[in-house]
């Protein structure tokens, strides 16, 4: 089973920035696609972001040209740069990995970090 950890997350004003960050750890052997999603509350899970192991990348229509989707394959880690943060980015962040184990292919959701977004 793989470990995610997620990070970055916090409180900031319309207009501001943050990082997130999100470390596979455990019986990984590749990692597909990674991506990030949200959920504000009272709606469903959202995609923000996805990048593949190759190929481009992918942006929900709201964040492009803000977020920014990146990976490190030799840490295991997924990044997204966020710039003008809105209100409406509020929301719970999960990181999500697709990647096979020796034995399997599997996806995981890290536990979620907190983004909140004020006026």
């Known amino acids: 089973q793989v470990h995610l950890v997620e990070s970055g997350g916090g409180l900031v004003q319309a207009g501001g920035s943050l990082r997130l960050s999100c470390e596979a750890s455990g019986s990984i052997r590749i990692i597909n696609a990674m991506g990030w999603y949200r959920q504000a509350p009272g709606k469903q899970r959202e995609l923000v972001a996805l990048?593949?192991?190759?190929?481009?990348?992918n942006y929900a229509d709201s964040v492009k040209g803000r977020f920014i989707i990146s990976r490190d394959n030799a840490k295991n880690t997924l990044y997204m740069q966020m710039n003008s943060l809105k209100p409406e980015d509020t929301g719970v962040y999960y990181c999500?990995?697709?990647?096979?184990?020796?034995?399997?292919?599997?996806?995981?959701w890290g536990q979620g970090t907190q983004v909140t977004v004020s006026s």
């Open positions: 999500n990995v697709d990647y096979y184990t020796y034995t399997q292919r599997r996806t995981d």
């Open positions: 990048i593949p192991s190759a190929g481009s990348t």
